[in-house]
């Protein structure tokens, strides 16, 4: 079991995310966001802490570095089980993150559009999402990653019988359909510029 006492939460896919942080907000769980989740997580009263302020650095490059941090990725990938990770941990001010919930830019949309050119398609490229989706979901024994707004509610029902825990089976379940996600996600943007290379329209 894995219990959830700090959350990220970055979608660009809003769908139910209010009402799934609103669930968890009846546990003691403390949040993290970025931009326009953020927005509408404060808009609906929920009390959250921009990753900008929880890692001491700014979103910079429009938005192109925002969570490729240590005080992100050292929260994800650090076992807890292992004492010199927690002793760096500790060393760094390095805050465990147990859940993370993350849906990527839309791409698909993006390139699908009627004229949506190479710059702009480029643009819909995300990085930092699918590096935090990767690293929970490689230290899924500890973190539950959530890319699917369709498992917010199974998640909540679990976390309401076990106290604010997550069980192992379900964090493997969600890291796997996470590591199938992402490539089917770089397979489509191989696809899109492997056209362009050919000189396709």
Do not use: W
Request: charged share 25%; with cysteine.
């Amino acid at each position: 079991m894995a219990t959830i006492r700090k959350a990220l939460i970055s979608v660009s896919d809003k769908t139910g995310v209010v009402d799934f942080v609103r669930e968890l907000a009846q546990f003691p769980i403390d949040f993290l966001s970025t931009g326009g989740t953020a927005k509408i997580l404060r808009d609906a009263d929920i009390r959250v802490k921009d990753v900008s302020e929880h890692t001491g650095f700014p979103e910079m490059l429009d938005g192109r570095v925002k969570t490729l941090h240590p005080k992100i990725h050292g929260g994800l990938l650090g076992l807890r089980s292992n004492p010199e990770h927690v002793r760096v941990m500790k060393e760094h001010d390095i805050e465990p993150i147990d859940m993370v919930v993350v849906n990527l830019y839309p791409f698909r949309q993006a390139i699908s559009k009627p004229g949506c050119t190479l710059a702009e398609a480029i643009e819909n490229i995300d990085i930092g999402g699918p590096a935090m989706l990767r690293s929970s979901a490689k230290n899924f024994e500890s973190v539950t990653v959530i890319i699917d707004p369709a498992d917010y509610g199974p998640v909540i029902d679990e976390m309401k019988k076990n106290g604010g825990a997550v069980s192992a089976e379900t964090n493997f379940r969600l890291a796997v359909k996470v590591f199938k996600s992402t490539s089917e996600y770089d397979s489509m943007i191989a696809a899109y510029l492997g056209e362009k290379l050919k000189g396709g329209n």
